[in-house]
Nanobody, 125 residues
Framework: QVQLVESGGGLVQAGGSLRLSCAAS????????MGWFRQAPGKEREFVAA???????YYAVSVKDRFTVARDNAKTTVYLQMNSLKPEDTAIYYC???????????????????WGQGTQVTVSS
């Protein structure tokens, strides 16, 4: 069982930055692939970024070159550094953990076993 707690969300102006954190419980964190997803009002949840247990990273086209995902296994925490934020980045951001990814390499929500409660990110124009 893995428990995930996100933090770091808030209100920021367009062009600004935020860093989200996702603290995970459990001693096997290093074995998990971790992902970030987001859901805007009235829209489906969508993939943002993922990092494998070995450190390979994957990004949605809409955030590539603006967002960076990283993990610190010693702190059992995964981060999402978000730069050059846009109003369309406004959403609830969720982190998720998967012991084993499928063919989508962590880019599908159905590949994940555990989810956090989410943190709100609001970008004003």
């Amino acid at each position: 069982q893995v428990q995930l707690v996100e933090s770091g969300g808030g209100l920021v102006q367009a062009g600004g930055s935020l860093r989200l954190s996702c603290a995970a419980s459990g001693r096997t964190f290093s074995r998990y692939g971790m992902g970030w997803f987001r859901q805007a009002p009235g829209k489906e949840r969508e993939f943002v970024a993922a990092i494998s247990a070995s450190g390979s990273t994957y990004y949605a086209v809409s955030v590539k070159d603006r967002f960076t995902v990283a993990r610190d296994n010693a702190k059992t925490t995964v981060y999402l550094q978000m730069n050059s934020l846009k109003p369309e980045d406004t959403a609830i951001y969720y982190c998720a953990a998967a012991l084993r990814w499928g063919i989508r390499r962590g880019q599908s929500e159905y590949e994940y076993d555990y989810w956090g409660q989410g943190t709100q990110v609001t970008v004003s124009s």
